[in-house]
Structure formats: C-alpha cells, structure tokens
C-alpha cells in the first residue's frame, strides 16, 4: 500500500526494519488487494514505477534487497507504458535494468501511448531496438496520431515505416490523422503498394482529406482508383467519389463508372454521382 500510494516517509520507515522485504504485502498491496480474490503479485519497486511514485522508487533502488529486473524488467515497462519520464531516467540508469526486455515493450509501449519524452530515453539508449516485432513501435504511433514520436522513429535509421506491408501509413489514413500521413508520405521508404492500400481503405471510410492527400502523390498507381472508387461508391460517400472521378490516373470512366454506380447505391446518392459524372469533360 505504502509504494502503490507513494507514501515516502512509510516506505522509508519500513525499509529499516529488518524484517520486512521490500515484496512483502506491507509495503506492496493495499488492504482490498490482501482481502480480496485476486492478488496481484507485483514487488514494491513494480508498484511504485507503475504509479509514476519518483521518491518510493529511488528509496527502493537504493535497497539492495530489491531487484528493478525483476517480472521480466515490468518496472520500466510499467513506467514506459504510463509515460512516467523521471521514473524511466532512474531505471534506465541502473545496470540491471534491461530496457529492451520482453520484445522491447517498453518502447512499444511508450510509442503507443504517445508518450515523446519517454520515447526520447529509450532511443537513446543503445541496448533498444525500435524496430523490434515488425517496427511496432512507428505502426502504434502512426494509427493513434502521435506525430511527434512518429517523427523521432522516423528519423532512426534502424527504423522501417514500411514495415508490415506498410501497415504505419494505412492505419494513419484509416485514423484519419493527416500529419502522419504527410509525414510518411515524405519518406522514400513508404512504396507504391502502400499508397494504393492506403487510399483505398481512405475510400471506403469516406476520409475525403486523406483521399487527397494521397492523391496529390504522383506515386498512386491510376489502376488503384477503380478499387477505391468501387469501395467509396458502395458506402455511399459522394465527395470521395467526387475526388477520385476528377483525377486525371482514372482512365476509361465510360467503361467502369457506370458499372459501379448501380452495384447496390441508394437511388439518391447514385444521382448524386451520375450528375456529377456527366458535368466531367470528355
């Protein structure tokens, strides 16, 4: 209770006497934690770097009773994961602590949550991998918007944003978020295929920003725009099919737009399109 609460003064009492060990459930759990069914078997430097406690956990990194490595490193996975950057400078400093354990979660997690300081540490350190399981860490980023930490894993050279079949740009563009789209757009690494996946799944959800944000890239194959005009017609959203119709790549309206606009339309949103199709040049 005493480290889940940040109880300073109780933590550094207890650690005094000889018979209490840092994991003991006096200096760990709560009351409803002892009582109740479900105990959580975490030690007390797990507790207090989960919880973001800087004081509790430098008291416990001065015990040599206490293991900062213990479950796996979950102290500076804990912290990583919750954003707490003056915990992660404390753990990471420590020699026992291995900020790259269990896959590099610490990263992953920190990159997911959008938490740039921690991000920050933890690149710095030598012992992390970026790219670890498939670049996840730049795919997290890219799909909840974060795009100050998309933009330091980007300029890590170790770091692909291609990475799973460019699953970072496609999710950033079925998120909608524009500024990591534009942000992986301006790297080379992000191909050709990507961009086609990307605007069509842009397409179907009816993101018409991002639609043409992709379009204004030369890299989009013209052959990609019959799927997404296909997907946008189906789901009913006009203005995507607007853009899509008005670009210059999408050849032979006459044999294909037709055949789309009466798979399964709503009467109103196929005149909709019909109408607009027919004020098209040529």
């Not at 003056?86 to 026992?96: C, F, G, H, K, T």
């Given at each position: 209770?005493?480290?889940?609460n940040g ?14 060990v840092?994991?003991n459930?006096?200096?760990?759990y709560s ?10 078997h975490y030690?007390?430097?797990q507790?207090a770097?989960?919880?973001?406690h ?17 479950l ?14 003056e ?9 026992r602590v ?7 979660k610490a ?28 670049n996840?860490?730049?795919r ?17 050279s ?8 460019n699953d ?6 079925k998120?909608?978020h ?9 790297d ?11 605007i ?8 018409a ?7 204004e890239d ?6 990609a ?12 959203h006009?203005?995507?099919?607007k ?11 006459s ?7 009466f ?20």
């Amino acid at each position: 209770s005493a480290t889940r609460n940040g109880h300073t003064e109780i933590v550094k009492y207890l650690l005094t006497k000889s018979r209490v060990v840092p994991g003991n459930d006096a200096i760990c759990y709560s009351e409803h934690d002892i009582e109740g069914s479900f105990t959580l078997h975490y030690q007390a430097l797990q507790y207090a770097s989960k919880h973001g406690h800087t004081e509790v956990v430098q008291l416990l990194l001065a015990d040599s009773r206490v293991d900062p490595s213990a479950l796996f490193n979950e102290a500076i996975r804990s912290a990583s994961k919750h954003g707490y950057t003056e915990v992660v400078q404390l753990l990471i400093a420590e020699s026992r602590v291995d900020p790259s354990a269990f896959f590099n979660k610490a990263i992953c997690s920190a990159s997911k949550h959008g938490h740039t300081e921690v991000v920050q540490l933890l690149l710095a350190d030598s012992r992390v991998d970026p790219s670890a399981f498939f670049n996840d860490a730049i795919r997290s980023a890219s799909k909840h918007g974060h795009i100050e930490v998309v933009q330091l894993l980007i300029a890590e050279s170790r770091v692909d944003p291609s990475a799973f079949f460019n699953d970072a740009i496609r999710s950033a563009s079925k998120h909608v978020h524009i500024e990591v789209v534009k942000v992986l757009l301006a790297d080379s690494r992000v191909n050709i295929y990507a961009f086609d996946s990307a605007i069509r799944s842009a397409s179907k959800h009816g993101h018409a920003e991002v639609v043409k944000l992709l379009l204004e890239d030369s890299r989009v194959d013209g052959c990609a725009l019959y799927y997404a005009i296909h997907r946008a017609s189906r789901h009913g959203h006009v203005e995507v099919v607007k853009l899509l119709l008005a670009d210059t790549r999408y050849l032979n309206l006459s044999s294909i737009v037709f055949n789309v606009l009466f798979i399964a339309l709503p009467s109103t949103v196929t005149q909709k399109l019909l109408n607009f199709y027919l004020q098209i040049p040529g």
